[in-house]
């Protein structure tokens, strides 16, 4: 069974920073692409970014130049560093895992970031 346990949510200002974090609880992370979703309140589940093993990273257009996913591939966690915050950013962040050889998924529970103006 894999766990997903992120971390680093909260309450910050526009232009602040936030650094989330998400500890994998697998044997081999590194078969893993790792992302992160976020879904606002009336929003469907978007995602932000995902990197796979070898680093190759994809974000969506709205957070490029301000979010950067890294994955510690020892430690099995991926990261989520968030730069200029804007309230538009406010939403629940889910840790995402798909396994490349089934496709399988898995989500974590979720962390709340919040963008004050």
């Known amino acids: 069974q894999v766990q997903l346990v992120e971390s680093g949510g909260g309450l910050v200002h526009a232009g602040g920073s936030l650094r989330l974090s998400c500890v994998a609880s697998?044997?081999?992370?590194?078969?893993?692409?790792m992302g992160w979703y976020r879904q606002a309140p009336g929003n469907q589940r978007e995602l932000v970014a995902n990197i796979t093993a070898g680093d190759l990273t994809n974000y969506a257009d709205s957070v490029k130049g301000r979010f950067t996913i890294s994955r510690d591939n020892d430690l099995k966690t991926v990261y989520l560093q968030m730069n200029s915050l804007q309230p538009e950013d406010t939403a629940v962040y889910y840790c995402h895992a798909r396994f490349v050889a089934s496709s399988t998924t898995y989500w974590g529970q979720g962390t709340q970031v919040t963008v004050s103006s």
């Open positions: 697998v044997r081999i992370f590194s078969v893993f692409v």
